[in-house]
Nanobody
Framework: QVQLVESGGGLVQPGGSLRLSCAAS????????MAWYRQAPGKQREVVAT???????NSADSVKGRFTISRDNAKKMVFLQMNSLKPEDTAVYSC???????????????WGNGTLVTVSS
């Protein structure tokens, strides 16, 4: 069984910073792409940033220059450094990873439960 657990959310003032972390644990053979998604109240979930196992990164236009995704393959973790936060960044942020649990199993999508980020004065 695989688990993804996020941490680091909270309340921050506009212009502030937060760093989200996500740790994968359980029966893991290999982790491929990892990503952060977010869902604001009343809106659909959207991808924030993705990172491959080789370190290739894609980010949403709305966060480019402000958010940075990174990963530590040895620790099975992915991070999201969020700077210059705006009220419109308020959302539940969820970690996603494509994980193979054995050499013979196809990789599958796994999700964390999410962590709430609130940007407000």
């Amino acid at each position: 069984q695989v688990q993804l657990v996020e941490s680091g959310g909270g309340l921050v003032q506009p212009g502030g910073s937060l760093r989200l972390s996500c740790a994968a644990s359980g029966s893991i053979f290999n982790i491929y792409a990892m990503a952060w998604y977010r869902q604001a109240p009343g809106k659909q979930r959207e991808v924030v940033a993705t990172i491959t196992s080789g370190g290739n990164i894609n980010s949403a236009d709305s966060v480019k220059g402000r958010f940075t995704i990174s990963r530590d393959n040895a620790k099975k973790m992915v991070f999201l450094q969020m700077n210059s936060l705006k009220p419109e960044d308020t959302a539940v942020y969820s970690c996603n990873a494509v994980i193979a649990t054995s050499r013979v199993e196809y990789a599958a999508d796994y999700w964390g439960n999410g962590t709430l980020v609130t940007v407000s004065s």
